[in-house]
C-alpha cells in the first residue's frame, strides 16, 4: 500500500504507482548573507541580504507494481514535469497536507533497476523556502476592528482587496496604509510589494505609504477610517519548508 506521496501540478505519485523510499533527506533553508572582511578589523562584518535560499529536495520512489508498464509511466512522468511551461507549481506533502509548497521540477527524472525488479524513480524539486498553511489561502472579508490571529511564526505578508471609491487609511496593529484616490477597487500584494486592479493594471499611484504591510504574530486588529470600504485579506499564513 502507497501511503506517502507527494504531488505536483498534475502529478500524484500514489496514483502513477511510485512509493517514496524511507531513506529521504530534508534539508532546511537558509539566510542569504555576505561576510564583508575590513582592513584592520577582526574577522568580518555580516551583511543581510534579507531573503532565504531556494531549497533543494531529492526524492526517491520505487515503482510499487513490478508489472507495471515502465514506458507508460516515463511518458506521463514527462508531460507532468517536463512538457509544461517552467515556474514556481503547487506542491503537496501528504504528511505535511496542512501547508501548501511551491516547487520546480529541475534537472531530468531517472528510472534505475533491473528487468525483474522493482525500478528506482528519482525526482529532483527546487522549494520555494516558504510554505503556506491552506487555511490562511481563504479570503476573509474583516469587520472594521477585526483581529486576525497569526498561528505561525513568522510574519505573514497578506493579499488585501479593497472595494470602495476615495482615500483610506487601513490600519493593522500600529501599522498605517495610506491610499488616495481609489477608483472601485484596489488589490495590495504584500508579498511582492504591488498595487494593481483585478486585471493587473498598476494602481502604485494610489499608494502614499511604504513598505506594504504585514500581519505579525498572535493578534492583529484591522481597522479603517473610511466607511464605504469593504476589506477583504487573504492572510497567507506562513512558514518555513
Not at 523510499?21 to 562584518?45: P, R, Y
Not at 529541475?106 to 528487468?115: A, N, S, V
Not at 481609489?182 to 494593481?196: F, K, L, R, Y
Request: proline share 4%; net charge positive.
Amino acid at each position: 500500500m502507497i501511503t506517502k506521496y507527494i504531488t505536483y501540478n498534475q502529478l500524484n505519485t500514489k496514483e502513477l504507482g511510485l512509493r517514496l523510499v524511507d531513506e529521504i533527506e530534508l534539508e532546511s533553508s537558509s539566510q542569504t548573507v555576505d561576510l564583508v572582511e575590513i582592513d584592520g578589523v577582526d574577522g568580518a562584518k555580516i551583511k543581510d541580504n534579507k531573503r532565504l535560499k531556494v531549497v533543494e529536495r531529492t526524492f526517491p520512489f520505487k515503482i510499487y507494481d513490478e508489472k507495471a508498464n515502465v514506458q507508460n509511466i516515463i511518458n506521463k512522468l514527462n508531460d507532468y514535469l517536463i512538457n509544461i511551461k517552467p515556474k514556481w507549481y503547487d506542491f503537496g506533502l501528504s504528511w505535511d497536507n496542512e501547508y501548501l509548497y511551491k516547487a520546480y521540477f529541475y534537472e531530468t527524472f531517472k528510472i534505475e533497476g533491473t528487468l525483474t525488479s522493482k525500478k528506482k524513480c528519482i525526482l529532483n524539486f527546487k522549494l520555494h523556502p516558504i510554505k503556506y498553511l491552506k487555511t490562511g489561502l481563504n479570503k476573509i472579508t474583516v469587520t472594521n476592528g477585526q483581529i486576525l490571529r497569526n498561528p505561525e511564526r513568522r510574519k505573514a505578508n497578506p493579499l488585501i482587496k479593497l472595494r470602495g471609491t476615495g482615500d483610506i487609511n487601513l490600519n493593522i496593529n500600529s501599522q498605517i496604509f495610506r491610499l488616495k484616490g481609489v477608483s472601485g477597487h484596489i488589490v495590495i500584494d504584500c508579498e511582492t510589494q504591488s498595487a494593481h486592479w483585478d486585471n493587473k493594471e498598476p494602481q502604485y499611484d494610489k499608494v502614499f505609504t511604504y513598505p506594504f504591510p504585514h500581519l505579525e504574530i498572535g493578534d492583529n486588529r484591522i481597522s479603517w477610517d473610511n466607511n464605504s470600504f469593504v476589506v477583504e485579506i487573504t492572510p497567507r499564513w506562513e512558514a518555513l519548508v
